[in-house]
């Protein structure tokens, strides 16, 4: 069985976890504090709940795979086919009313990422790719002579393959990474040090950042200290649209740690040399 078996399945998943999910948006949702007296981690019963009603449906439909999940932890991670959820990836902009957070489902097989999908139900967006392509989903726009680019009602959808755009240098690139903050401190100079040799550089965005890389419009990703659920739905979707997702010393990302992600293997390269100071 294929990755591309799943496909349909996945989308399942999305819809649940959206309809979990929409109701708490911008709602006077309390946040819990998953770290106290260290950096605030927050979460909230939006995340429990799209987790577990993914979980639910993942159980009944394929008993024998694994789960990796950021709320209720692991089971059968040693399976062929693993499941890795971030019910909501980006939660505090999920608790600020910002749009900048996304439902991660990922699917490995044997211990590779197979196929990723991000779901943004709010703006009805979806990422999707499997290493060898990636595509968007969401509103349609139609062009009127008169009053310009405007969206019609759901449910008009737009399908379009996602491609990643040229990228030659550091001085031409765009870099995003969720914020310095959360760079590990032993490596913030070397962040910094990528940032100063940039065209430009944005903050926030979460998943959304590795999204707007593989749809062309950001060249470079750089973080630390991610989990496999930041990132394994993420890898498939990048690759998909020609990109390229490693640790900072070159590996594979799919265990998390210090990523970096490029639009152009130019850039990746340069990237990072220039983190390891050279």
């Known amino acids: ?3 591309v078996d799943f496909e349909k399945f996945v989308e399942r998943l999305a819809d649940a976890s959206g309809e979990a999910i929409l109701p708490f948006f911008r709602t006077s949702l309390a946040a819990e504090d998953k770290a106290p007296g260290g950096a605030f981690d927050p979460v909230t019963e939006a995340d429990r709940a799209a987790e577990t009603a993914m979980r639910r449906l993942i159980e009944r ?8 999940g950021e709320e209720f932890g692991n089971v059968r991670a040693d399976a062929e086919y693993v499941w890795v959820l971030d019910p909501i990836d980006g939660t505090k902009s999920f608790i600020c009313g910002l749009p900048l957070w996304g439902t991660l489902i990922g699917l490995q097989h ?12 709010f703006t009805r967006e979806r990422f999707s790719g499997d290493g ?3 595509y968007w989903r ?9 009053s310009g680019w405007r969206a019609p009602p759901p449910p ?10 040229p990228c030659a240098s550091l001085a031409e690139a765009t870099l995003m990474t969720t914020s310095p903050k959360l760079i590990d401190e032993r490596r913030r100079d070397d962040f910094f040090r990528v940032e100063a040799q940039t065209r430009l550089s944005r903050y926030g965005g979460d998943c959304y950042a590795y ?6 419009h950001v060249d470079l990703v750089i973080e630390t200290n991610l989990n496999p659920y930041d990132i394994v739905a993420l890898i498939p979707i990048v690759e998909g649209a020609g990109g390229i997702v490693t640790t900072w010393d ?4 799919a265990l998390g740690g210090a990523i970096i992600a490029a639009g152009d293997m130019r850039v990746h390269e340069a990237a990072m040399r220039a983190l390891a100071g050279e």
């Open 1 to 3: 069985m294929t990755a």
């Open 61 to 68: 439909t394929f008993p024998d795979h694994g789960i990796i």
């Open 110 to 121: 044997r211990g590779r990422p197979c196929y990723g999908l991000m779901h943004q139900p």
């Open 132 to 134: 060898e392509a990636a």
């Open 138 to 146: 969401g509103p349609a726009r139609h062009h009127h002579p008169e």
């Open 156 to 165: 008009a959808e737009d399908r379009r393959k996602l491609q990643t755009r």
């Open 211 to 216: 999204c707007a890389l593989a749809a062309g």
């Open 250 to 253: 070159g590996g594979p990302a």
